[in-house]
């Protein structure tokens, strides 16, 4: 978790309508407006009062800022001045932007073990035959390609008009995973095994009680290769097939509801027991940023994230495009040198990615994150990384590679809120939880999703779609400490089959979002 100033460290700021600007570390010579500023406010303790308008959540020049100079924010180095400018002034896009930010990654020196906590917490899962838990009930229609797509949604739609659910009251419900690729690619190369990794990892998922592979036939990701010479589901509750053996759309249909009938059956017989607090897995997510994440929200789940880690639990921070001059932060904290090393392997891969995809590390932020006060990628990556807390970083894996320790990992991701989050759940996270300033909707079936909201304005605009509003951190003084308990009992209540926003609204038909890497053919 960064550090904020000593009298804002992990207290709420707000509380006091008349507070204009917030300053989050002694060295910063920026601060962040409160509230929407006119020009000329006086900004009580810094002897300037606002050179124009200056929106919510954007920043302001605390002192002079020699043209070429550093801006800090969070005491870290978020660009540098385009021009010279004065106190008062609103630092953006005009005057603020990237230069040199090599960082000492000082690789395993500050990774400090978090107190165990021993409560015994437990939460109400699904027992899997591997051992895993997971915090819903579905049965998984997984496609190979695209080609097979349709005739999984046609299974799904048959299911649900012959009512084929009514008989088998534990199943959440069908899911077909339907995708746009797995053909018209290398069936050796890296986006082949990246692939190959996502599918395995959905078919596997602790949140399928049971799956229904369905391939066209000709497929370059073949069926026989997912399931041939490994055993996908302990618990055998696995049938496929492909479209050209069985003789084309309808009796593929009709063969699906068959297979169906007996997968279902297995399937509900999980039922719901205690599993201790441990066996949860967070994938951590931040989408639609604003100038409020990294100060409400993002904080707030790194110590919700602590808390999960604390009691044995795991939590996924993604998105390496979006840590992107923050990563020193995270090589610091890795268990060891090899950890820290591996993340920046992942970093230099990603340069080399752009580069030869014509495209650059700092691209972002989004239209809308600037429209939120965030101006440079390295602005946006310190405050994503405020969700991973404080919780030295223990792991380093690929997309959809499965994660096998528990504690504070990363997993190298897209920025792509929908392709990151699939690649976490294939990883296997049973829980997400998704910060946002701007707004956003989606939802990640078969793992339910939690909304943060970062700030209150958006959160009353958009209150059917948040799960818990995070802007009262800044509006009514709750300490980033409270929500972080807050939001931690949340996830238990969730883990334990509440249901979140998303899930009331139905959201999860089409966010399964697989990496895509190398030519299509």
């Excluded at 999960?308 to 840590?323: A, D, W």
Aim: glycine share 14%; net charge negative; proline share 5%.
């Amino acid at each position: 978790m960064l550090k904020l100033e000593k009298d804002n460290k992990l207290q709420g700021f707000g509380g006091d309508s008349d507070r204009k600007v917030l300053r989050l570390n002694p060295q910063d010579n920026v601060v962040i407006a409160l509230q929407d500023l006119p020009a000329n406010a006086e900004l009580v303790g810094y002897d300037c009062t606002t050179q124009s308008p200056v929106p919510r959540g954007h920043k302001i020049a605390s002192q002079p800022i020699a043209s070429g100079a550093n801006m800090v924010r969070y005491g870290q180095i978020i660009g540098q001045a385009k021009c010279d400018i004065l106190p008062g002034a609103h630092v953006h896009s005009d005057n603020l932007g990237m230069g040199d930010h090599k960082q000492d990654y000082a690789h395993a020196s500050a990774a400090v073990p978090l107190e165990p906590i021993t409560d015994g917490r437990t939460f109400m899962g699904y027992h899997r035959a591997d051992g895993r838990v997971g915090t819903r009930n579905y049965v998984g229609i997984v496609t190979t390609v695209n080609c097979s797509g349709s005739v999984a949604r046609f299974i799904t739609e048959a299911a649900e008009r012959a009512g084929l659910l009514e008989q088998f009251p534990n199943i959440d419900g069908i899911v077909p995973i339907v995708h746009g690729t797995g053909c018209g690619m290398s069936g050796v190369n890296e986006g082949y095994e990246t692939l190959f990794r996502t599918l395995s990892g959905y078919a596997q998922h602790p949140n399928f009680g049971g799956i229904l592979l369905v391939g066209l036939g000709c497929e370059v990701m073949q069926l026989q290769d997912l399931v041939g010479g490994q055993p996908i589901r302990p618990d055998g509750i696995l049938r496929y097939m492909t479209i050209q053996n069985e003789g084309g759309t309808r009796r593929t249909i009709e063969r699906g509801l068959e297979q169906l009938q007996g997968i279902l059956a297995e399937a509900n017989k999980a039922e719901r027991a205690p599993a201790p607090v441990s066996e949860i897995t967070v994938g951590m997510q931040c989408g639609g940023s604003d100038g409020y994440s990294g100060i409400t929200a993002n904080p707030a789940l790194g110590y919700a994230s602590d808390l999960l880690v604390r009691r044995g639990g795991t939590t996924i921070l993604s998105e390496t495009s979006e840590i992107y001059g923050a990563e020193h932060l995270l090589t610091r904290r890795a268990e060891n040198a090899e950890i820290g090393e591996k993340l920046i392997e992942r970093v230099v891969w990603w340069e080399d990615y752009c580069a030869r995809n014509g495209g650059e590390m700092d691209n972002n932020p989004s239209p809308g994150n600037k429209r939120g006060g965030l101006t440079t990628i390295l602005e946006k990556s310190l405050g994503a990384v405020a969700k991973g807390g404080m919780a030295p970083l223990s792991g380093v894996y690929k997309f959809a590679e499965k994660i096998d320790r528990k504690g504070f990992v990363f997993m190298d991701s897209p920025g792509f809120d929908p392709c990151s989050v699939t690649g976490q759940v294939a990883s296997g996270a049973n829980l997400i939880v998704f910060t946002t300033g701007r707004g956003s909707v989606s939802g990640y079936q078969p793992t339910p999703c939690i909304k943060l909201s970062t700030n209150s304005e958006m959160y009353a605009r958009l209150s059917e779609d948040m799960d818990l509003n995070c802007g009262d951190i800044v509006t009514d003084g709750i300490s980033v400490e409270a929500k972080g308990e807050e939001l931690f009992e949340l996830l238990i209540r969730v883990a334990s089959g509440e249901k979140t926003k998303s899930e009331e609204l139905g959201f999860g038909g089409v966010e399964f979002v697989p990496w895509q890497i190398g030519a299509v053919m």
